[in-house]
């Protein structure tokens, strides 16, 4: 069980197997199940203590902001959206790699998923989580917070439905709120699994309630899967349009830099970048902690490897287009903001984003790179730096010389600019510390369903897939029925 | 109703057992049990897996769920609340002329619209599948059972229950195990006097 055969070959014959090691259905459950119930690693401590440490310092940097004001931010006049609104979209495209893998791969059959897709929903969750902190915090005056909605109040005022920002509201709020119920129904059938195999009785209870009951019945099934199919379907159009309004926020503005109709699919490109790279350092001290290199293979961290180049490309085609559209556009201005993007005092910036963006996930043309572990963690954490950058080129660049020079500026951010950003990757990995070490990592009963003997019809068809190796191939009896589809 | 098999009916009173329980040892047994156990015409039965085993509504011979015509429902309620409010909000809850634009700027108000109504279909999907389901329902004979504890690891169940009008405490049971069933069991019903030690917890 311990030695990890290379399921990244794709033999002619069939596919290669998405599960290595020789599970069964019991080693399976017991694989996913006894990090939950066994005594905290210490590795875990090492990672939960700074990740709790970091959150503290959220609280103190958002105690002093309603204390003081958002004077304590860098914010100056040209410059009014500083790391707050570069945080919110940072942390909400994080989260759309998990709707990603969790709705969209399901729709496209992609069975490899299952291994992934439990830990990347509830990456989504907690990213949204630290992307609604943001829009919460930053009007400084956050006792009127509630204005974001519309409530009746004693003014008998309502919000402007025909601004972008009120879009972001709900937009962001019921994304958060389908995908913690995608993530819920996923979970029901493993938090049964728990149940039963718990000892305790506070376990029993604890898992117990949340697990509904759960007793594997397919009358039930019949109904989950339906709704657990809808519910992917909902989340694909919603995933899409979630960044596709936050990059309204800045398109429908006059201010050239922003002011662009290619904004909602960068932005959404960009998002599952990032996102991915997110899960990609993730998973890989995950599965090395929590021993689940069986379950989330090489082949795994591959399709991942890959699906970065993809949207990595687009990223970089979104760079030169936009400088492309500047130019051509013959517009002064455009041309202006692009010119100082990448030349003027943000240059720095600007480079950093592109050679993290576009330069980093290009190795990942080659097998080899793909492959490599160290190189995908390296490359994985560049590429959220990368995009962090990006959402800061794209607010402070172009604010920072509007259309008067006299209101040019430099923005500069402060301490507590910085506190508020480390803060909040306090706030998610805190989160995703506790759901390692309490919740089933993997989806167990969706993985169970990839294992070939799950399928009551194995050896039936004329063409089978077999593990290789399995020694049990059959062989075809008669001409492949979709051999010559293609 | 299928869905009322799920229920210990009132007419499970006078019953000695809910009835019997069959563990088979691979999908592919399974569903060959089911398709016989359909085809012996029981009606009040049940097939119990740790994950969906593809395809075995066809076996059991259940209707597809009907839950997609709830999420439709639900679905077009939320977007239609949704463009309701922003329309009475924009005309006469605060009318307010915003560049010259009319007060009924329906384009504007697609994407919240939208969004109202993925919000209401999803809702409607999750609490539809909890209600069509009878989610939660913590307290089940078949917690009784010690073997049913692998139903959410490896254990592949079929439940026959005694108020199936074929149902024979003997022959029901021979059947499953002629079946291929490696293990075959009697489930006692919850006696209401006795402390309620079973349950979704237990």
């Known amino acids: 069980m311990a030695q990890s055969q290379d399921n990244t070959q794709e033999p002619v014959a069939g596919r290669a197997p998405l599960i290595v090691g020789g599970y069964d259905f019991r080693s399976l459950t017991e694989a996913v199940a006894v990090p939950v119930e066994r005594k905290t690693p210490i590795g875990w401590w090492f990672f939960f203590l700074p990740s709790l440490a970091m959150l503290g310092l959220f609280g103190v940097s958002i105690g002093w902001l309603f204390w003081e004001g958002t004077g304590i931010w860098g914010l100056n006049n040209p410059v009014n959206w500083g790391f707050a609104i570069v945080n919110f979209v940072f942390w909400v495209g994080i989260g759309h790699a998990g709707t990603l893998i969790s709705a969209i791969l399901f729709l496209f059959r992609q069975k490899w998923r299952t291994s992934i897709n439990r830990a990347a929903e509830a990456m989504t969750i907690f990213a949204v989580m630290c992307a609604l902190v943001f829009p919460g915090i930053h009007v400084g005056r956050v006792w009127v917070a509630y204005w974001m909605f519309p409530l009746p109040n004693q003014m008998d005022m309502w919000p402007n439905f025909r601004s972008p920002l009120i879009w972001d509201v709900f937009a962001v709020s019921i994304y958060g709120t389908v995908s913690l119920m995608f993530w819920y129904v996923g979970l029901i059938p493993d938090l049964a699994t728990i149940r039963d195999r718990a000892k305790t009785r506070i376990k029993q209870i604890a898992y117990g309630i949340f697990a509904l009951g759960w007793r594997g019945s397919h009358r039930n099934w019949l109904h989950y899967e339906r709704a657990y199919l809808m519910l992917a379907g909902l989340a694909t159009p919603l995933v899409l349009s979630v960044h596709s309004v936050v990059s309204m926020d800045f398109a429908t503005a006059q201010l050239p830099g922003w002011h662009t109709t290619i904004f909602p699919p960068y932005f959404v490109a960009g998002a599952i970048f990032s996102g991915f790279a997110m899960v990609m350092t993730l998973m890989l001290i995950c599965r090395v902690l929590f021993r689940m290199e069986d379950i989330i293979t090489m082949r795994h961290l591959e399709n991942m490897a890959k699906i970065m180049l993809l949207t990595g490309c687009m990223v970089g085609y979104a760079y030169g287009i936009e400088m492309f559209i500047a130019w051509y556009s013959g517009n002064p201005y455009e041309q202006f903001a692009f010119a100082n993007r990448a030349l003027g005092p943000y240059a720095w910036a600007y480079w950093i984003m592109v050679s993290c963006n576009v330069l980093t996930p290009q190795l990942f043309w080659f097998k080899k790179m793909r492959n490599h572990i160290g190189w995908l963690f390296i490359s994985s954490i560049l590429i959220n730096i990368g995009m962090w950058f990006e959402r800061f080129v794209i607010v402070t660049s172009s604010l920072h010389r509007d259309f008067l020079p006299a209101n040019w500026d430099y923005y500069q951010a402060t301490f507590w600019d910085f506190a508020s950003l480390i803060g909040s990757f306090g706030l998610f990995f805190t989160m995703f510390c506790l759901f390692a070490r309490f919740l089933p990592l993997v989806a167990t009963a969706e993985v169970k369903t990839v294992l070939p003997e799950a399928d009551p019809h194995q050896g039936e068809e004329l063409v089978r897939v077999v593990p290789a190796g399995s020694g049990t191939e059959p062989a075809p009896q008669a001409a492949p029925a979709g051999g010559g589809g293609a | ?202």
Not at chain 2, 5 to 23: F, N
Not at chain 2, 71 to 84: D, E, N, R
Not at chain 2, 145 to 150: C, D, E, P
């Open chain 2, 1 to 202: 109703m299928g869905l009322m098999t799920l229920d210990v009916p009132e007419a499970s009173a006078g019953y000695s057992h809910y009835g019997v329980l069959a563990r088979f040892e691979t999908a592919k047994a399974l569903y060959r049990a089911c398709e016989a156990v359909r085809d012996a015409g029981y009606s009040k039965w049940d097939a119990l897996t740790p994950f969906p085993v593809h395809g075995l509504e066809k076996a059991m011979g259940l209707k597809p769920s009907k839950l997609p015509f709830l999420v439709l429902a639900t679905g077009l309620t939320g977007a239609g609340l949704g463009f309701a409010l922003q329309s009475w909000v924009h005309i006469l809850g605060y009318p307010l002329v915003i560049s010259g634009k009319p007060l009924f700027t329906w384009p504007a108000f697609v994407p919240v619209t939208f969004e109202l109504g993925v919000l209401g279909a999803a809702l409607g999907a999750v609490l539809g599948m909890f209600a069509f389901n009878k989610l939660p329902t913590y307290h089940h004979p078949l917690f009784r059972s010690k073997n049913f504890a692998r139903v959410t690891d490896d254990g592949l169940f079929i439940a026959i229950e005694a108020w199936d009008p074929k149902y024979d405490d003997r022959d029901t049971a021979e059947f499953l195990s002629g079946l291929g069933a490696v293990e075959v069991e009697h489930v006692p019903i919850d006696d209401p006097t006795e402390d309620g030690e079973a349950g979704g917890a237990g």
